[in-house]
């Protein structure tokens, strides 16, 4: 006996989904459209993540710093990249001899908002004075900069209209490398602490010119910090 025939009568194939296709085109399967918004989750994830990660990075780790002021020549030159560590600052007290990235005086907002970067010689309770011989001395013992940009072969003496400062607690005293082209604590006298951003320890660019910031070592000083 031959099985009834049960196409609808109409004449048209249901097997296919209600859903209408073109002759030849593919059909996505329910399993591939899941596997496609499981890929673009994870993507949307991974990138967040990452936002996350540099964020946190850059606001509690370490953070890159064009140099764009003349002020630390020969020592950086503008346009150096250097990493600038935000992290070691919180338990190790930045020391004379450092180079930190700063937020400028409320006084130079109105000129400029861009970060300075100097070097630190003087740190809490230190007395830094310039003398007539063009050099800086701290707690009457004057300093070995062989950093200070030259010209000719001798280093620039350091100069200001005001020779002696007493540094406060809870901030440091700067200076520029390039001294006879630095706005620094001369002129604006001793920085807080909480207006330092970080300290500057390596050179990432130019590539060749790739390194740690040496650090130099100062000759025992009294008072201030050890």
């Known amino acids: 006996m031959t099985a009834p025939d049960r196409r609808p009568q109409d004449g048209h194939d249901h097997d296919l989904d209600d859903e209408q296709v073109a002759p030849g085109a593919p059909v996505a399967r329910p399993g591939q459209r899941r596997r496609g918004l499981g890929l673009a989750r994870e993507i949307v994830q991974t ?3 990452t936002l996350i990660i540099f964020f946190v990075i850059q606001t509690f780790i370490a953070q890159p710093f064009k140099v764009e002021q003349e002020s630390m020549r020969r020592t950086l030159e ?5 990493l600038v560590d935000r992290l070691t600052p919180r338990w190790d007290a930045y020391d004379r001899g450092d180079i930190v990235v700063f937020k400028p005086p409320e006084s ?4 400029d908002d861009t970060p300075f970067i100097k070097r630190v010689v003087g740190v809490a309770g230190d007395e830094v004075e310039i003398r007539d011989d063009g050099r800086l001395y701290v707690n009457q013992v004057p300093l070995d900069e062989p950093y200070v940009y030259q010209v000719d072969g001798q280093a620039q003496p350091t100069t200001s209209d ?9 901030e440091v005293f700067v200076v520029g490398d390039h001294r006879s ?6 002129v604006y006298g001793p920085i807080p602490v909480t207006a330092i951003v970080g300290r500057a320890w390596v050179r990432y660019w130019p590539f060749d010119a790739f390194g740690v910031l040496a650090t130099p070592t100062y000759p025992a000083l009294t008072g201030g910090a050890p």
């Open 47 to 49: 990138l967040a993540l």
């Open 78 to 82: 503008p346009g150096d990249y250097v």
């Open 108 to 111: 130079w907002f109105a000129r």
């Open 162 to 170: 005001e020779t002696r400062w007493r540094v406060p607690d809870g």
């Open 181 to 186: 082209n630095s706005q620094d604590s001369r």
